[in-house]
């Protein structure tokens, strides 16, 4: 089989798909050449406990059947965390949470999810005018560069 179960069962019924109309934070990437473009939205909300977590998340996803998949995925395990919780959820944990090993021209498709986390979060801490982390600031240059590159170059 060439992708596990969980890829599957995501990509045939994948989990929060849409588009949050006001949303608390937006993040957009992808390399239109390639085929793989995301879109992923969040709403912040209050749990019990009375703190700020992404109450609701969806994504809008065109490219291929891994892309969707482990964006699906990663809105499920996004959903009801704080902002610093979702910031420690890492592209290994996704491809981990995917199951088996993916085909290495698949992985670019894979982390392109948590970029677009990264980049929600980016988005929602700058529209609050709140400290940006060091490390978050540093990805977001780096996804800067390479859409500026893309551009330039195609």
Known sequence: MLYSKEIIKHFKNPK???????AD???????PLCGDVMELSFKIGKNKKKQEVIKDIKFETMGCAVAIANTS??????KGRTIKQAL?????DLMEKLGQPL???KIHCSLLAI????????????KGQEKIPEKLEKIHQKIGKENKEIGERY
């Open 16 to 22: 929060n798909l849409g588009k949050i109309k006001n």
């Open 103 to 105: 085909p290495a021209i």
């Open 88 to 92: 420690e959820i890492t592209k290994q």
């Open 115 to 126: 970029d677009a986390l990264y980049e929600a979060i980016y988005n929602y801490l700058k």
């Open 73 to 78: 995925l990663l809105t499920i395990m996004v």
């Open 25 to 31: 934070g937006i993040g957009k990437v992808g390399n």
